[in-house]
């Protein structure tokens, strides 16, 4: 059994999520951000895994290069997809220092790969997940010398269910990927993989 934290579980993916690690018998804990740090540290005093559900959209999200960008559309969508993300890991590192997991999860989209992405709007989206990417391989190269492992996961918003997409991200959270010959050095937690909910692996 292990502690959970989950973050942003307003959605349905995230609530569908937090039901899932309950039913396989571990401790839940859900916190809407660095807010609930608090009350979170009341209530335990190690975290294993740590989840980050934020994947904010905007309404007026909508406009292309000819349109022009939107300023405050997109500072809305950056404040909720990447400053209020990062605020809360660092609010509760802490546990996850204390806890035998280590293991940080977080929700992303393959519109937002630079490699992969065919779209000609939601740049606010888009461009926030791209710094949110940025942001995984940086911690990533602190943090993984000090024995943490990474998930990023694309629920496949309108095209899984989200209880089909939270089964799957259940799996990848929770599993580890394999050493290749047991030799130390391919070692595939080394890397970090971006998946989707049909387990395809995605190009940064």
Known sequence: MS???ICGTKSAFGSRLASVFQREGHNVYMADGAGDAPAVHKLTDKIDIYIDTSDARGEGDSFTVRDGLDEAVMRDLYEK????PMASLEAFIDLLDSGEGKRLC???SAE???NEARGVDGYGYKMAKAAMSNFYQMISNKLTPAGYTFRVY???RGEVAPELAAEGAYSYFTRRRGTEGENPLRDD???LV????????HAW
């Not at 997809?81 to 209020?84: A, D, F, Y």
């Not at 971006?194 to 692996?201: C, G, I, K, V």
């Open 3 to 5: 502690e959970i934290l």
């Open 81 to 84: 997809n990447v400053l209020r």
């Open 106 to 108: 977080f929700i992303t």
């Open 112 to 114: 937002a790969s630079i």
């Open 154 to 156: 694309d629920p496949m």
């Open 189 to 191: 937690e080394a890397r």
């Open 194 to 201: 971006f998946r989707d909910a049909l387990a395809r692996e």
